[in-house]
């Protein structure tokens, strides 16, 4: 742009000097060409530095800001340009940084809607799904069960006993799963009452303490007393924060002897929140987008059905919350920490 100034000045310049200076001079003197050499140097000197004005001062910061744009465009959302004046191109560049960012959280917020549609048709269908598969197993493992019982009561012999207990055992894991795929498919309608999310902790922790191997693990709490009474159902809560606390306890038996497990809770505004963290494991990167998917699990085959987190994002949703999973980020620790976040109003 700014040579393209000079040229066009300096063609300018010749165009119609030369023939005023001839006009002024006689064409036969040197007096002319001198005019003429003389001239283009005054002008020439002005024009370098307005080209250096303009480089500086618009050329180069729009060539920057056009950069910052095309990164954007590529797919850079949130890129921002360091471009800073107290001119027009600084407010502009300002604006740009402005729009790039919350077109950035845009687009953030439009990913988790929709993970929460896929998750949702996904929980429809595991629903209708679960109800089916428990009305059809249900009844029948209930008639083995019955006869299974019958036949212990009769036998006299020890090992034959054993076996028949062994079936029983896997018979009433059996019906445990099912359990759960109902609880899942059809969940309790919630009963809420003014509850202190303080208290509906510290009774589940009480209840895990009864865990002979939740004993064995540091459990920190860091619960703020200022928190406001929230519409809750004490239950369905407790079956929340039980079921994250036994699923921390897994993780970090999986991995560490000096297992500690670390609950907050706090309110920002009109938003209290709870969070439960632990330095097992961790999450697989691969598990973390669906980890709150019906039938998705962390743990060994055979160990868990997968259904855990799945019915505590729906008891969440239900009370006008959301629940999030993350990898621990703080230096030299690994883990994973849930976030229960609730309306505090």
Sequence with gaps: ?????????????FLFQIPVAIWVFDAGSLQWKKFIVFSAIAGTVPSLMLILVIVRILSRPLRELT??????????????TELSSNDELGVLASSFNTMSRKMADDIARLKEINQAMIRSEKLATAGALATSVAHEVNNPLASISSLVQGLLGKSSEEKERDTLRIILTQITRISNVLKDLMDFARPKAANPSPSNLNEIIQKSLELASYDKRFKTLAVVTNLDPSLPLLPLDQDQMQQVILNLLLNARDA???????????????????????????????????????????????????????????????????HGGRITAANRSDNHSRGSVFTIFLPGN
């Design 67 to 80: 950069e910052t744009v095309l990164d954007v465009a590529r797919g850079n959302y949130g890129a921002e």
């Design 252 to 318: 970090i038996e999986d991995s560490s002897d000096n297992g500690q497990i670390v609950i907050a809770t706090s309110k920002n505004d009109s938003i209290v929140t709870a969070t439960i963290s632990d330095n097992g494991v961790g999450i697989a990167p691969e598990l973390l987008t669906r980890i709150f998917d019906p039938f998705c699990s962390t743990k060994a085959s055979g160990q868990g059905t997968g259904l855990g987190p799945s019915v505590c994002h729906s008891i969440i949703n239900a």
């Design 1 to 13: 742009m700014a040579i393209s100034v000079s040229i066009t000045g300096l063609a300018g310049f």
